[in-house]
C-alpha cells in the first residue's frame, strides 16, 4: 500500500511564496499522474495541479500562472510551488493519484495565507 505524506505547509502573508512535497512510498510511483488538491473548511476538495508520468502538467484556473507542480521520481517526490499567495488559498493541501485518487489519503499540509 502506498503511503503519501505531504510536508512544507505554512502560514505566509498574501504575496508570498511556500512549496509543497509530498513523499510516496512503494516502488510504482512513476506510472501514476499525480495531482494536488486542496479543501478549504466547509468545502470540497478540489483537484488543484496535476503532472503525468511524462511530466506534463494542467491547472486549475484558479492557480494557473502561480502554481507550479513538478515531480522526482528517483525520489518518489512530487512538489508544488506556489507564488503570489492569495488569501483565497488558504486550506488543507494534500496529495494523491489524478484525476481519481486511488491511494489512501495522507494527513495533509495547512496552507494559511494572510492579507
Known amino acids: 500500500q502506498v503511503q503519501l505524506v505531504e510536508s512544507g505547509g505554512g502560514l505566509v502573508q498574501a504575496g508570498g511564496s511556500l512549496r509543497l512535497s509530498c513523499a510516496a512510498s512503494?516502488?510504482?510511483?512513476?506510472?501514476?499522474?499525480m495531482g494536488w488538491y486542496r479543501q478549504a473548511p466547509g468545502k470540497q476538495r478540489d483537484l488543484v495541479a496535476r503532472?503525468?508520468?511524462?511530466?506534463?502538467?494542467n491547472y486549475a484556473d484558479s492557480v494557473k500562472g502561480r502554481f507550479t507542480i513538478s515531480r522526482d521520481n528517483a525520489k518518489k517526490t512530487v512538489y508544488l510551488q506556489m507564488n503570489s499567495l492569495k488569501p483565497e488559498d488558504t486550506a488543507v493541501y494534500y496529495c494523491n493519484t489524478a484525476p481519481t485518487s486511488i491511494f489512501s489519503w495522507g494527513q495533509g499540509t495547512q496552507v494559511t495565507v494572510s492579507s
Open positions: 512503494g516502488s510504482i510511483f512513476s506510472i501514476y499522474a
Open positions: 503532472i503525468n508520468s511524462g511530466g506534463m502538467t
